[in-house]
């Protein structure tokens, strides 16, 4: 009988070709469950208050958190207001990854996100719709003793969303405010081991920036990036999977092409 070729396979075939199928999808199942390991991984970071204390317009400085040519670092804002240091000579500095370890192609993709401490003071609260001017320098390096190469420079406004939820009085002064999650900046593939964040807070009361928005006290981070055991598996399950699928492909078109019959649309 002229017909699909589904039509033409013996019911033994076709119980093995869907048992195969059956097995390939269990095993592909049991893959991703026992050896893969979760798609990504998110790390914090509290980012190093340093001290810019000699300014140079001829070339770009980077402030390293740690290290052997690590920063001059303030504990507290109190240090800064001790020492007389305005808030235009702190940078916060932020290194990717954690010490003794490394960034990876593998990771694919990089996200971060950023989160404001800010204390509630009765002389400086956070006034509705706040925007928060952000000057940020991204680097990067392939080794521990090379110098930072720029990746990117921005000036960034970020809008502030927090709440109180004690009463405004200057008996909770120091209290935080709770202030939602801000996208910050996102790396499309991990090309390099190291990277550094460089991020000022430039204040500017005639013009009115960085103005009424509360008293920060830190910056926090957030780095989600895709894991490498995660992207290794994906990587050679597709590897496989690929060619299966031509294999298939070919085998089901020349059984077609040996029909004595033009094939249909369907099967085309």
Same mark, same amino acid.
């Given at each position: ?5 589904i039509e033409n396979?013996?019911?033994k ?7 195969t199928l059956?097995?390939?999808?269990a095993?592909a199942?049991?893959?991703?469950g ?5 798609p990504?991984t *998110?790390v914090?970071?509290? !980012?190093?208050?340093c %001290?810019?204390? @000699? ?5 770009t =400085?980077w402030f390293? /958190? ?14 800064a207001? *001790?020492?007389r240091i305005? !808030?235009n000579d702190? %940078?916060?500095a @932020? ?5 003794? =370890?490394e960034?990876s /192609?593998?990771?694919q993709?990089?996200l971060?996100?950023?989160q ?20 940020v320098g ?5 080794d ?6 720029e ?5 960034e406004?970020?809008r502030l969303?927090?709440?109180?939820t004690?009463?405004k009085t ?5 209290r935080?405010?709770?202030?939602d999650?801000l996208p910050?900046?996102?790396?499309g593939?991990?090309a390099?081991?190291y990277y ?16 009424k ?9 957030v780095s989600i ?7 290794k ?7 496989f999977?690929?060619?299966s699928?031509?294999?298939i492909?070919i ?6 092409s040996l ?6 649309l369907?099967?085309?």
């Amino acid at each position: 009988m002229a017909g699909a070729i589904i039509e033409n396979m013996s019911t033994k075939k076709l119980v093995i070709v869907g048992v195969t199928l059956l097995l390939f999808q269990a095993l592909a199942f049991m893959v991703g469950g026992l050896i893969a390991p979760s798609p990504t991984t *998110a790390v914090h970071y509290l !980012a190093t208050k340093c %001290v810019d204390t @000699v300014k140079s317009q001829q070339e770009t =400085k980077w402030f390293m /958190p740690w290290g052997p040519n690590q920063c001059d670092k303030l504990q507290s804002f109190d240090d800064a207001m *001790a020492k007389r240091i305005e !808030a235009n000579d702190i %940078v916060f500095a @932020v290194h990717i990854p954690l010490p003794k =370890k490394e960034m990876s /192609p593998w990771f694919q993709f990089m996200l971060v996100i950023l989160q404001f401490d800010i204390a509630f003071k009765m002389y400086n609260q956070i006034e509705e719709g706040a925007m928060v001017n952000i000057e940020v320098g991204l680097a990067y390096r392939d080794d521990t003793v090379s110098p930072w190469t720029e990746m990117a420079r921005s000036f960034e406004q970020r809008r502030l969303n927090c709440s109180f939820t004690t009463a405004k009085t200057v008996e909770n002064e120091g209290r935080h405010y709770e202030c939602d999650l801000l996208p910050f900046m996102e790396l499309g593939s991990v090309a390099h081991k190291y990277y550094l964040l460089n991020i000022r807070l430039p204040v500017n009361e005639r013009k009115k920036i960085n103005v009424k928005i509360g008293e920060i006290k830190d910056i926090r981070l957030v780095s989600i990036h895709q894991n490498g055991g995660f992207t290794k598996v994906w990587f050679a399950m597709k590897t496989f999977l690929t060619p299966s699928i031509l294999i298939i492909m070919i085998w089901y078109w020349r059984r077609i092409s040996l029909m004595s019959r033009p094939p249909v649309l369907l099967e085309k």
